[in-house]
């Protein structure tokens, strides 16, 4: 008993001597330093518009090197639940999972559309949700866009609800 107490204060005594002394700076910078170094550095506002406007300028809207820019997946399914098949009718879709880093340095999510029995009868729209605020209002190609309504997404009419008078 006695040499296990001893055994076990000399490894203790021994890992505690591996225990490191965070660098200087704070906990704030050095979480800061953390993130950069698993994400890299944020695009400046500059980049940022020169690779929009390049892949605006070479690549069709929905495409992986041109993806819709939104906000977050509220923002993705609402982009699609304003599209239009060539018929008027909404189209299907569902999420075909992330597929890697696009054009802005973010990962973006791959969306199968299907208008079943009218055009475009299957296609896949990508888009990239982390434009914060971003709400895109031009159409993917093959389809036309309506905006939202006033009480998106509940587009169900409301019940009349008829108050008794009040007591005197």
């Known amino acids: 008993m006695l040499l296990r107490n001893i055994f076990l204060i000399t490894v203790l005594v ?7 002394v965070p660098p200087a700076g704070g906990a704030e910078e050095n979480s800061s330093s953390a993130f950069q170094s698993l994400f890299g550095e944020p695009l400046s506002p500059d980049e940022m518009a020169k690779r929009i406007q390049k892949a ?3 690549y069709p809207l929905g495409s992986k090197e041109n993806p819709v820019r939104v906000s977050m ?3 993705q ?3 699609l639940a304003q599209l239009r098949c060539e018929d008027g009718q909404v189209p299907a879709f569902h999420r075909g999972g992330s597929v890697g880093l696009g054009p802005y340095d973010n990962i ?3 969306y ?7 055009k475009p009868e299957k296609t896949m729209i ?4 982390y434009f914060a605020g971003h709400v895109e209002t031009r159409p993917v190609e093959g ?9 998106w997404p509940n587009t169900l009419p409301r019940p009349e609800v008829t108050l008794p008078p009040a007591p005197k």
């Open 14 to 20: 021994a890992l505690s001597g591996c225990a490191s």
């Open 108 to 110: 973006i999510d791959r």
């Open 112 to 118: 199968e559309v299907t208008c079943a029995g009218s």
């Open 56 to 58: 605006e300028a070479g």
């Open 126 to 129: 990508f888009m990239d949700m």
């Open 143 to 151: 389809f036309t866009r309506v905006p939202p309504s006033i009480n």
């Open 73 to 75: 997946p509220q923002g």
């Open 77 to 79: 399914r609402a982009y």
